[in-house]
């Protein structure tokens, strides 16, 4: 196993984790100033954000890390499901990575909770930190207001084909590790294509998304460890650990 893998997982949790928004409508009123443009899209990610409750895509993940002079690439599947928390009209998240190249495992992300899964490892098991990038992820879903609590948001291009916006952290707890986070959305079907990640340290994560589909089937079950067949869970991150996304 590669020193990445580990690394290659929490890059993945935190490029999601710190997307924001995952559709856009392209339409524009004529000739708008950028704020304009800018309110109008944000109105619409709200209004397309409702309406999705799966969410799958292939994936293509690149990790330039300056520390090490190294480029990371890995591909795989993704899978996303939003459902109403148990007895409240909370929204909680489940979501999996399979990555299958260059090393085969598998990452599952839940409310408390992520699993990770390496052929001929255990599977291990850490608590999810509620953090700035978490609530991103919801705000992907509900609605922006969870993103301006920790990032202000600009629209950086628009164009006929793509739409990106750039988020700038401004509370204490998003300044920790993030310098600034790319999303670029693909105006013909509205869906998010692209992430980019820059964190305090130097380090860059690109996440692309293709061949994406909203509301498909997706069988709960994968969502559980179970599902992985590793063997008995272990805490890696030791008694009362807990995961940041991202570091």
Partial sequence: MSRTAPHRVAAAVS?????????????????????????????????????????????????????FDE??????????????????????????FDY???????????????????????????ALADDAKLQSLMACFTSVARIRDHFSIALSNAAESA???????????????VKRVGLSFDTRSWLLKTVYQEKLNGQESTLELTGAA???????????ADSLGGGQATNAAGPGGKMQPGR
Avoid at 215 to 223: E, M, T, Y
């Fill in 214 to 224: 909203v509301n498909a089937p997706v069988d709960v079950a994968r969502f559980s």
């Fill in 163 to 177: 739409v990106t916006l750039t988020l700038a952290p401004v509370s204490a707890t998003a300044r920790q590790t």
């Fill in 100 to 126: 299958l190249e260059p090393e085969r495992q598998t990452l599952i992300v839940t409310e408390s909770k992520v699993v990770i899964h390496r052929p001929g490892f255990k599977i291990e098991e850490q």
């Fill in 71 to 96: 480029t990371d690439v890995s591909s795989g599947s993704l899978e996303l499901m939003k459902r109403a928390a148990e007895g409240t009209n909370a929204v909680s998240f489940l979501i999996r």
């Fill in 15 to 67: 490029c999601l984790l710190a997307c924001g928004v995952p559709a856009c409508l392209a339409g524009e009123p004529a000739a708008p100033a950028a704020t304009n443009r800018l309110t109008v899209y944000i109105a619409s990610i709200d209004a397309v954000a409702t309406t999705i409750s799966t969410f799958t895509a292939r994936f293509t993940q690149t990790i330039v890390d300056p520390a």
